[in-house]
């Protein structure tokens, strides 16, 4: 269950209290702070943390069900839909009814969450017990844990081809943490560009910290460099993998990035979030073996062990560095220590090279899956044979959104294109991410997947 939004009711106003209610939790699903697939309090405990009565919090889930923005299932609760589904092409069948969810509500088939199911936990526990070996720290370096930067150098060289040395680069408190801390470092007032559309957590760090976000666009060829505008500090990209979209980024627009970026005085930011995980698709350079006076490489943890770490690496040019410690010194603030301390005992002891390749094969077998689902519903899955999320293109907003609603009355929750857009929307779809469920579920939920996109009529190939 979610964490509700605060809801504030006033009983000397004219509307009845459940159609403030409705309204307040209608406002927070169309703003975004409750998110497709988040699972409502019961009519219940949300009646109890109001002080209404039952009769109220129940009107107001009527209403809201009744609209299309939640949908519910006899045991399982009331999930937030997203929006009203409009008069587009999705029928209501009798065969909406509902599929049984996995114990923890819908099947979440929504990209940025890893595969944990083959993630070995007899070889996390050793890590975790070998992390609580080592004696405590009295006075942490700054700039990382030396065991953890020296693993991460191994790995970087080892599924990157990125040859770095430890001193090369700092330990993080995973990329969105990072992108904050570079942003802080950066001149005030100074402006960043971010692909649009792009990764909403490192638009939000960026904002955070004071940066003015500047949307850039990106196609088939990843970001569109030359349409990039002058007097940037820095530009923030997802090269091996474009988040959303799935495609990387060529290797011409790699040296046109790297070439302006000398040229201009930015900095440019590798969100290399998934790059460990390519599995029919040929690596090409990173930005930072490219360019690595002008570029801040940044790894994470998060999607290919869990982000229960909290923990990434970045590597960076020294004086850029030397800041960065510096005002980690100045400010107190540093990445945590025990994360780093897992990750370093399970690459030494060969459990994450193990983990990896399982990682890889299930993945590369799961985007298979959900590429068959898609065709079979007569649509087409774009995005490299990568990491762990696909794009289902759609014709317009309304499809989207009524294909998310549905998809959530039948127990799925995904994800659409629309939230990820920092600037204006200019294309729809579902992006469709396939690590969350084990695969028995994730198999089930595929077969209904297909149901839902097969109502998406006008965008099938050769008509309905
Ligand atoms: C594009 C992108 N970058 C980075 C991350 C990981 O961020 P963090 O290391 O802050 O968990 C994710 C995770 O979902 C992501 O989707």
Redesign the pocket.
């Known amino acids: 269950m979610i964490e509700m939004p605060p809801v504030v009711l006033d009983r000397s106003a004219p509307a009845p209290l459940s159609v403030q209610l409705a309204d307040a939790l209608r406002t927070a699903a169309a703003g975004g702070t409750l998110r497709p697939g988040d699972r409502l309090p019961s009519t219940r405990e949300l009646a109890a943390a109001l002080g209404v009565s039952r009769t109220v919090t129940s009107a107001a889930y009527d209403q809201l069900l009744a609209e299309g923005w939640a949908a519910g299932r006899r045991g399982a609760g009331t999930f937030v839909v997203g929006a009203a589904p409009g008069p587009g092409p999705v029928a209501t069948t009798p065969d909406d009814a509902p599929v049984e969810p996995g114990a923890a509500g819908l099947v979440d088939l929504r ?3 890893p595969c944990l199911e083959v993630l070995d936990r007899a070889a996390w526990r050793r890590a975790w017990r070998a992390a609580g070996d080592q004696p405590p720290d009295q006075a942490p370096d700054p700039a990382g844990d030396a065991a953890f930067r020296a693993a991460v150098t191994t790995h970087l060289l080892r599924s990157r081809g990125l040859g770095a040395l430890p001193g090369d680069l700092l330990a ?7 992108i904050g801390e570079l942003a802080r470092v950066l001149p005030p007032g100074s402006r960043v560009g971010v692909e649009d559309p ?2 909403q ?2 638009v939000g760090s960026l904002r955070e910290a004071g940066v003015r976000v500047v949307p850039l666009r990106v196609d088939d060829d990843g970001l569109v460099v030359e349409e990039v505008p002058a007097g940037l500090a820095a530009v923030y990209c ?1 090269p091996a993998h474009q ?1 959303p979209l799935g495609r990387r980024m060529s290797a011409a627009r790699r040296m046109a990035l790297v070439t302006r970026a000398r040229a201009e005085g930015w900095w440019v930011l590798e ?1 290399d ?2 790059g460990e995980l390519r599995y029919d698709v040929a690596p090409l350079p990173l930005l930072g073996a490219l360019g690595p006076d002008v570029v801040v490489h ?1 790894g ?4 290919i062990v869990s ?1 229960t770490l ?1 923990t ?1 690496w970045l590597v960076a040019p020294p004086a850029l560095r030397t800041e960065l410690v510096a005002r980690r010194t100045a400010t107190g603030t540093r990445p945590g220590r025990a994360g780093q301390r897992v990750f370093a005992a399970l690459a030494a002891s060969g459990d994450l090279a193990r983990h990896l390749r399982r990682l890889r094969r299930e993945l590369a077998e799961r985007r298979a899956l959900v590429v068959a689902a898609v065709a079979a519903a007569g649509l087409r899955a774009e995005g490299d044979a990568a990491g762990a999320h696909l794009l289902v293109p759609l014709p317009d907003d309304a499809t989207e959104q009524a294909l998310v609603a549905r998809a959530a009355g039948r127990g799925i929750a995904l994800d659409g294109l629309g939230r990820h857009w920092t600037g204006t929307a200019t294309a729809a779809g579902l992006v469709v991410g396939f690590a969350a469920p084990p695969r028995a579920e994730l198999t089930t939920a595929l077969g209904v997947l297909t149901e839902v996109l097969r109502s998406a009529a006008p965008v099938r190939d050769g008509g309905a």
Do not use: Q, W
Not at 172 to 178: D, H, L, M
Not at 300 to 303: I, L, R
């Open positions: 990209a940025g969450t993080t408190g995973g990329t969105s943490a990072a792009g990764y957590r490192v997802t988040y969100d979030y998934d940044l994470t943890t998060s999607k982000p909290g990434g």
